[in-house]
Nanobody, 112 residues
Framework: QGQVVESGGGLVQPGGSLRLSCAVS????????MGWYRQAPGKQREFVAS???????SYDDSVKGRFTISRDNAKNTGYLQMNSLKSEDTAVYYC??????WGQGTQVTVSP
């Protein structure tokens, strides 16, 4: 069975940075595109970024220029580097391997 595990969330001040990781097992990681979504309290889950098998990335306008998605197929791991964080980035961040695999989420809180 495929498993997706996020890590790297936490509490950070506005303007700070965090790097989320997405460790994948039981799935042929290099054969799948992957993405990051987030869900803030009281809101629907929303798209943040994605990266194709070949490394082509896409971003929501709200994070463009601040967040960078990447992947290391040799390590079966994806990443989301988040810089210049804002309070509105506060949410649970979920990693998804396209094809129906989701992690349990990691909390990111941006607060003074």
């Amino acid at each position: 069975q495929g498993q997706v595990v996020e890590s790297g969330g936490g509490l950070v001040q506005p303007g700070g940075s965090l790097r989320l990781s997405c460790a994948v097992s039981g799935i042929s990681f290099s054969d799948h595109s992957m993405g990051w979504y987030r869900q803030a309290p009281g809101k629907q889950r929303e798209f943040v970024a994605s990266i194709s098998r070949g490394g082509v990335s896409s971003y929501d306008d709200s994070v463009k220029g601040r967040f960078t998605i990447s992947r290391d197929n040799a390590k079966n791991t994806g990443y989301l580097q988040m810089n210049s964080l804002k309070s509105e980035d506060t949410a649970v961040y979920y990693c998804t391997i396209f094809g129906g695999f989701w992690g349990q989420g990691t909390q990111v809180t941006v607060s003074p």
